[in-house]
């Protein structure tokens, strides 16, 4: 999947980053098989991600719906990137222009998918200041 998927995509500097490669063990190339036989609508890299997400009990995230259906099926917590862009926005770990920009980029493909209220919402959010009031000892006012 990464070959196909990231690799010529930021793929290195994502593995810079702590992004991990992983391969399927013989067991593993069962379950996919498995899956390929449940959906034909699912391409491999689907499969594959969908079968180490299940073998290794991790979360799945994905914006397409026969895999996040099956996923569903095989009892795999399955999100999408506007989760995950809640969770790094709750967390506070990233500067919301950062938010904001990745989301423009994203929701600025062609093959973006995301519900455009659901973005902009975001969009919105990601725009505002923040601003941090803290209280001052009395002492200071003297």
Not at 28 to 54: C, G, H, M, R, V
Request: charged fraction near 20%; hydrophobic fraction near 40%.
């Amino acid at each position: 999947m990464f070959e196909i998927e990231l690799k010529d995509c930021n793929g290195p500097i994502l593995i810079e980053m702590g992004l991990g490669v992983r391969a399927l063990g013989s067991t593993e190339i069962i379950l996919a098989q498995q899956y390929q036989s449940k959906s034909n609508a699912l391409s491999l890299p689907d499969i594959f991600t969908l079968t180490l997400a299940k073998s290794n009990s991790w979360i799945l995230l994905s914006e397409d719906d026969a895999l996040r259906r099956l996923a569903i099926q095989e009892g795999v917590i399955c999100h999408g990137v506007l989760w995950l862009l809640d969770r790094l926005h709750e967390q506070g770990g990233i500067k919301k222009s950062a938010l904001y920009n990745g989301l423009r980029s994203i929701a600025a493909n062609p093959q973006c998918r995301l519900p455009i209220t659901e973005v902009n919402k975001r969009l919105d959010l990601y725009s505002k200041p923040h601003f941090v009031c803290r209280a001052l000892p009395l002492s200071t006012y003297t």
